[in-house]
């Protein structure tokens, strides 16, 4: 019976990409991840307005507590969008 937790192309066994202690060789293609000179899907600009719109809405659209109002507000009328932006902060 085979074992199936085992891997069987893991470090040790010979990668061509990596040396025997699993660390990657200078040089080696990429593999995974975005494409190289992908842009950003966020600029730095969009962030701060996303921002400073939030901080003139406040938590009763008037600006009242700024930015931290905002998410108050947001965490009692909407909780799982609270949890979302939480969790991608975290």
Do not use: W
């Amino acid at each position: 019976m085979a074992n199936h937790l085992k891997s069987e192309n893991g470090p040790a066994q010979g990668n061509s990409e990596t040396d025997a202690n699993g660390a990657f060789k200078k040089g080696h293609r990429k593999r995974g991840g975005r494409k190289r000179g992908t842009p950003n899907l966020m600029t730095p600009e969009f962030k701060a307005a996303l921002m400073e719109s939030a901080d003139k809405i406040g938590s009763d659209g008037q600006g009242k507590e700024g930015l931290v109002g905002y998410l108050k507000a947001l965490a009692v009328e909407d909780p799982a969008a609270f949890a979302r932006l939480l969790g991608r902060c975290l």
